[in-house]
């Protein structure tokens, strides 16, 4: 966008504000699906399950909870099915239908939002190997951990993209060095400003910031692997989740690999192999 070089973190999160959020065609594809099954043989935790397959779904859905709601019972809805319940099922379907629909072509953001929503469904997975822990919670602070990347990719698409190419050229070594040269900011600082801007739940903060509470390490993890396996289920970085989400759930290598979604049983042996091998020689 021209004329806005100069934009930090709180001037892009002003103007994501008042955006309209867009979302998947295949969130509507799906929510057509479930009333077509009839209403009264599904649960909430049907409708709920389809924001973890759409991150911008479940800020238009927070965003809209937090307008209806005072900011302290806002803070409060930290699960996919809060969400739900503090909507109520008709304008939970309503958000959806009146939605607009990100564009097929924006490669960009389907990749970023496909990493987002591996990333959720991982926490969820992990989240349900230690009893102290909320999944639903997990699994949308995993979910919206990148929303700023998100909602660039869904509106500035120039910025990722020149971000990209500090990386590819070589000019970067890393993501927040290649975001700072090209943006001058990080993409987590831009999510970190629209939690306290929008009223995300507090355990993305935590997670972006570094807590080092049991909830949001697993959570944080997740959102790696997340990335990781968006790159492919041969993935180098892959074995090393797997080892270290083992050993902060103290469950068992294959108990955990069941958490990755989208793998064969094939791809899933090659994994576990990759990493029963590599936690022998550390």
Known sequence: MPGHDWWGPPQWAAYFEHKDLPIRAASKAALLQLEEAGEEHLSGHEYAALLLNDPLLALRQLREANRRLPRHMARDITTPLGVLLALGTQEFKRQIHSAPEISGDNQGFLKAEMSASLGARIALAWGGLHHDLDQGELALAALLADAGEIQLWAFVPELPLKALEELRSGRASRSDQAQRQACGFTFRDLSLELIERGGLPLLI????????????????????????????????????????????????????ALGFPLLSETERSDLLLAAETLSESI
């Open 205 to 256: 903060k935590q997670l972006i910031r570094g807590d080092e509470s049991l909830r949001a390490r697993i959570a944080r993890l997740a959102v790696d692997a997340g990335r990781h396996l968006s790159y492919g289920p041969g993935d180098p970085a892959l074995p090393h989740d797997l080892i270290a989400a083992s050993r902060l759930t103290n469950a068992p290598l294959a108990t955990v």
